[in-house]
């Protein structure tokens, strides 16, 4: 099992730009996180996706973005890219028939996001 | 909605002495409290985790204590070896919202060989 896997590693981009990073789930969840981690903070919040649909949304602009697949894969995009976005991006992923009661969220190894 | 803080923000212990880490929790719907360690450059691995109907939970060397009255709940490493070296971030949750986590600020703990 290859748990949750995220591409890229590592991405450098201008002030402006979009971003689109991504994320496949662990085998057997259906139920991705999006959080991002500044350097010496802890993990924030952005949305999470169930069954194609943004189920929860935390205090994030509207410049975040997501999507899922049909294969529970999910993209996060960030448009205008401002340098206060440059951030570690994780991605977690649950079974959602566990969620309502709180499970253990496996985490991948992150997009390091640079904004340059 | 919910606020995490966590306490100390720094930890250097000598190995084999015990480490503590608090946290406080603002919302008193969240029932999930999970405990997250991050060693540099990889990812947060959950290292135990307790729901609200129970008080306490020990793994080995490592225990969580939860208050429900008080809204705050601790970690617990006894013996501390110097692997157990990392950041160590407290987390909350509430029912139905989806595993929703909100985390602490984090503890950097340092063992001392």
């Known amino acids: 099992d290859a748990g949750v896997t995220q591409s890229p590693t590592h991405l450098i981009k201008t002030r402006g730009q979009q971003v689109t990073l991504r994320c496949s789930p662990k085998?057997?969840?259906?139920?991705v996180s999006w959080y991002q981690q500044a350097l010496g903070q802890g993990p924030q919040f952005i949305f999470q996706?169930?069954?194609?649909?943004?189920?929860q949304r935390g205090n994030f602009p509207d410049r975040f973005s997501g999507h899922q697949f049909p294969n529970y894969s999910s993209e996060l995009n960030v448009n205008a890219l401002l340098l206060g976005d440059s951030a570690l991006y994780l991605c977690?992923?649950?079974?959602?028939?566990?969620?309502?009661?709180?499970?253990?969220?496996?985490f991948g190894q992150g997009t390091r996001l640079t904004v340059v | 909605g919910e606020n995490v803080e966590q306490h100390p923000s720094t930890l250097s212990v000598q190995e084999g002495d015990s480490a503590v880490i608090k946290c406080t929790y603002s919302?008193?719907?969240?029932?999930?409290f999970p405990w997250y360690k991050q060693e540099l450059g990889k990812r947060p691995q959950l290292i135990i985790d307790?729901?609200?109907?129970?008080g306490e939970k020990k793994d080995q060397r490592i225990a969580v204590t939860l208050n429900k009255t008080a809204k705050h709940f601790s970690l617990h490493i006894t013996e501390t070896q110097p692997e157990d070296s990392a950041v160590y971030f407290c987390?909350?949750?509430?029912?139905?919202?989806?595993?929703?986590?909100?985390f602490g600020g984090g503890t950097r703990l340092m063992v001392k060989p």
């Open positions: 977690a992923s649950s079974p959602r028939t566990r969620v309502v009661v709180g499970t253990e969220a496996f």
């Open positions: 085998s057997g969840h259906d139920t």
């Open positions: 996706y169930y069954e194609e649909e943004e189920r």
């Open positions: 919302d008193s719907a969240s029932n999930y």
């Open positions: 307790i729901r609200s109907n129970v």
């Open positions: 987390a909350a949750s509430q029912p139905n919202a989806g595993n929703m986590l909100t």
